[in-house]
Each structure stands twice: as C-alpha cells, then as structure tokens.
C-alpha cells in the first residue's frame, strides 16, 4: 500500500534544488518539491509526501484531519522512517 503523509513546508533549504524541509508530528526531514510549481508553494503550506516527495499542495484542514486520523488508528510513521 502506497500512503502520502501531510507535511508542513517550514523552510526551503535549496530552492534552486527544489529542497525543503518539512515537519510531520514534530519530526523535521528535507523532501524534493519538484513535483509542484514553485510560485505556488510558500513556508507554511501543508503538502502530501511520498517517499520523500511532495506530490501535491493541500489545505490545512485536510491536513490536520489526515494527521488526526493516522494517529488515532497507530498508523503515524516511526522517527526513523520519516
């Protein structure tokens, strides 16, 4: 089963290089932002990762609520898998 996770885009590490650094559940990790146009992205907005790419922008609220669940059934990655 293939999941994307909801991250917080906190800062952007390289963004000639399409890098930025996301936090999910208090765990910050660098990901690949290719995938999105750059002009529509900003520190701040809540993206779906999937190995370690950001698939595509969504809304705070979805975001929040797919966190809320992922926790609530066990399912929020480990640390180290991040």
Do not use: W
Not at 24 to 29: A, E, F, L, Q
Not at 68 to 80: Q, T, V
């Amino acid at each position: 089963m293939c999941l994307a996770i909801p991250g917080k885009i906190i800062e952007f590490v390289d963004k000639e290089n399409s890098i930025a650094k996301v936090e999910i559940g208090g765990v910050k990790r660098n990901i690949n932002t290719a995938f999105l146009d750059p002009s529509e992205v900003n520190i701040g907005d809540y993206v779906l990762i999937h190995v370690g790419f950001a698939m595509n922008k969504i809304d705070e609220q979805q975001a929040k609520e797919t966190l809320r669940l992922l926790e609530e059934l066990g399912e929020m990655p480990e640390k180290d898998i991040l």
